[in-house]
Structure formats: structure tokens, C-alpha cells
């Protein structure tokens, strides 16, 4: 994958922090710090997928797909979306904890396998909750399977169609 720069330099922030004794015993703040970082890779990234009931109420909004977007302009609780994690930050960041920080590349593959911010509807998050799926992935589900998984089970489809965003990262 090609990592833009942002991508990149959280990458290395998270490589070099794993190579500390304390963040992988996860001291002092070093959980909640990995965590944000871990996210931020993710939400680096300059597209997101839609969810189909996203997808529909941009279309309503009358919003170009072929453009792009400040991350900002459509984050924020009086937003009808949420940037939602397809693999949330806390497992990622286990298998993080369980990989070799001395062989670079592992991180990366990690990153490469950790799925991508998918913006989803409120009321679709709301769903992912009430089936005690907002942070874990559904049962029986090992790293490698579908990162999409969560959405599925909680009958949430993802569309093919992307949002463009640039700018700050929204967290």
C-alpha cells in the first residue's frame, strides 16, 4: 500500500513505541495513547467507504463523490454519520502488542490487514451497539477474516463507493 505521509509517520511513532518495555506493558497512559495513534493510521487514510444508508443520504445531500472533502466537514455529533473503525483500535492494537517491534515490517502488515474507516449513519452505529459489537469483532472471528465482519452481522452493507477527504484528522 501506498501510506501518505501522515500514515507513514504514525506508523513509525507506533513502531518505535513498541520497541519500549512500559508502552508494551501499556504504563501510564500508553494504552490510550497507542489506541489514538492507531485510529489516527487509519483515518489518514484520504478515502473512506460508505455505507449504503450513508451512501443514500449523501445522495440526498446532493454531495459530488468525484470531489474532496475536508475530513471535518462531515464529523461531528450534529452530523447524521460517524467515522467508524471496521476493526476497532483496541484489537488492532492487541495484535500490535503481540507482533515483534524489531522486524519493521510487522507493523505494517498489521496496519495492511487492520480494515479502514468506513462512515456509517448514527442509527447504524446505534445498531453495531445494541448488538455488543461496538468494540469487538463478532464471535468466532480471527485476524485475516473479513474486517467488514462487525457490519455484517449487524446487517450494515458497505457499499463501493468511496468519500475523498484531505486535511486535519478528525478524532
Excluded at 506493558?25 to 492507531?38: A, F, P, Q, R, T
Excluded at 496496519?111 to 474507516?117: D, M, Q, T, Y
Aim: with cysteine; proline share 4%; net charge positive.
Amino acid at each position: 500500500m501506498n501510506w501518505n505521509s501522515d500514515q507513514k509517520a504514525l506508523i513509525q511513532w507506533i513502531t518505535s513505541g513498541l520497541k519500549i518495555k512500559e508502552v508494551r506493558d501499556l504504563k501510564g497512559d500508553s494504552g490510550y495513547l497507542l489506541n489514538n495513534m492507531i485510529a489516527k493510521v487509519t483515518l489518514a487514510n484520504s478515502e473512506y467507504p460508505l455505507s449504503i444508508g450513508a451512501l443514500r443520504m449523501f445522495n440526498l445531500m446532493k454531495v459530488d463523490l468525484k470531489k474532496r472533502y475536508k475530513r471535518s466537514k462531515f464529523y461531528g455529533k450534529k452530523q447524521p454519520f460517524v467515522y467508524e473503525h471496521s476493526i476497532p483500535a483496541s484489537i488492532v492494537r492487541s495484535k500490535l502488542l503481540n507482533c515483534n517491534p524489531l522486524v519493521e515490517s510487522e507493523v505494517e502488515k498489521i496496519f495492511l490487514s487492520a480494515g479502514s474507516v468506513v462512515i456509517i449513519l448514527r442509527e447504524e452505529d446505534k445498531k453495531l451497539s445494541s448488538i455488543k459489537l461496538a468494540r469487538k469483532m463478532p464471535n468466532g472471528w480471527v485476524w485475516g477474516d473479513d474486517p467488514l465482519a462487525r457490519y455484517e452481522a449487524a446487517g450494515i452493507k458497505v457499499s463501493k463507493e468511496k468519500l475523498l477527504l484531505e486535511g486535519s484528522i478528525c478524532r
